[in-house]
């Protein structure tokens, strides 16, 4: 029984431990040991813990609702590049060192803080200050909406719309987009198939989705893309003549963990980047 009543001490907030730990472990020690107070040393510690995390719950619903505001205003002004054949990238490789570096700490702290008697927490408040700062950036960051003539790489597929020609159809338009694609890497290579088709599709200012109907390479119908050259084609899809805004975008094939990178655009909580078709 005294074990458990030294142990229920623990559980005490550490900043009260370190000021009157030892002279409340020498009153235990006085009082004695019984079910009665072990009781009352785990009410104490529990009723502490309470009233340290009241003070932190009274903080977090207005930080959540700053944040959150912050987030909508930042929502409302997205980033238009200038349509002057420049390349935008997925802020990835920053980040990927990063979330690396934070792996490489978790995997060789997460033994030694088992074995030590303190610093248990380390490893924990590391990983939940991470994720934490991924979903901060991520929500912060404005939405990018890359114009015509310029190009956007997710990790190595690079795609640029180069042009768009409307043709008029019923109710409906018929747009094929010209674009280009080419790999963003001096050595790696990128396989052009039948795969643009089935992982991009376009959206308008309403979020209503239109899937690409055809999508037609001016080469074979696999092409092997080398670092410095390009792969053109067209993809066609049909809209509403009414549309106003339409943009394309994708879901991007790509492993988990390059969704926890810093400014990953695969972050569900990232706001997508979209390319101007309209």
């Not at 009781?39 to 502490?48: D, E, H």
């Not at 890359?146 to 719309?161: A, M």
């Not at 080419?182 to 599709?201: C, L, N, R």
Request: with cysteine.
């Amino acid at each position: 029984m005294k074990r458990l009543i030294h142990l229920a001490a623990k559980l005490y907030p550490g900043p009260w431990r370190a000021r009157y730990g030892e002279e409340f472990e020498a009153l235990l020690d006085d009082l004695g040991a019984d079910t009665r107070m072990a009781f009352s040393v785990l009410r104490g510690a529990f009723l502490m813990q309470v009233q340290r995390w009241q003070k932190l719950g009274a903080v977090a619903p207005v930080a959540l609702a700053a944040i959150f505001a912050v987030s909508r205003w930042v929502g409302q002004r997205p980033y238009i590049t200038p349509g002057t054949h420049q390349v935008f990238r997925m802020d990835s490789t920053p980040g990927a060192l990063l979330e690396f570096l934070v792996l490489l700490i978790l995997l060789f702290g997460v033994p030694i803080s088992l074995l030590a008697a303190r610093g248990r927490w380390v490893c924990p408040c590391i990983a939940v200050s991470y994720l934490a700062g991924v979903a901060l950036v991520s929500l912060l960051t404005p939405r990018k909406i890359v114009s015509v003539g310029d190009s956007y790489c997710w990790d190595l597929w690079c795609v640029g719309i180069q042009n768009v020609i409307a043709a008029p159809q019923g109710p409906n338009i018929l747009y094929t987009a010209e674009v280009s694609l080419f790999a963003d890497s001096a050595t790696a290579e990128i396989q052009v198939t039948g795969q643009p088709k089935q992982f991009f599709y376009v959206v308008d200012e309403q979020g209503r989705r239109f899937p690409i109907r055809v999508y037609s390479s001016l080469a074979d119908a696999t092409v092997t893309v080398k670092p410095g050259d390009q792969a053109k084609g067209s993809l066609t899809f049909l809209a509403p003549a009414g549309v106003r805004s339409l943009y394309l975008t994708g879901d991007i094939p790509a492993p988990l963990w390059v969704s926890l990178y810093f400014g990953s655009d695969l972050n569900p909580l990232h706001r997508r980047t979209l390319l101007r078709v309209v």
